[in-house]
């Protein structure tokens, strides 16, 4: 078996992960795509849950967030916080 036959998980599904974890099973566990929308789409994910999310996203990809980078264009969607993601395990 190559190593390009072998699945990755993607860093969108790692999120999606994250974020079932945080708000749990019971929210569209599975159905989190790169379209999902969250701050202020999702009510779960409300001040506290946001907290939450970006200490489990800091322990499970292995960075600090930034401040400066907690920002409706950062939350907006499961893809632009993946996005912004790869970019700081890069």
């Known amino acids: 078996m190559t190593s390009d036959t072998v699945p990755t998980t993607t860093t969108v599904d790692r999120l999606a992960d994250a974020l079932t974890h945080v708000l749990g099973e019971d929210h569209s566990a599975g159905t989190f795509t790169a379209d999902t929308l969250l701050f202020g789409s999702l009510p779960e ?41 790869d970019r700081q395990s890069s």
């Open 45 to 85: 994910l409300d001040s506290l849950a946001l907290v939450e999310l970006i200490t489990v996203i800091e322990e499970r990809f292995d960075f600090d967030m930034d401040e400066d980078d907690i920002t409706a264009e950062v939350f907006e969607s499961v893809g632009s916080l993946s996005a912004y993601i």
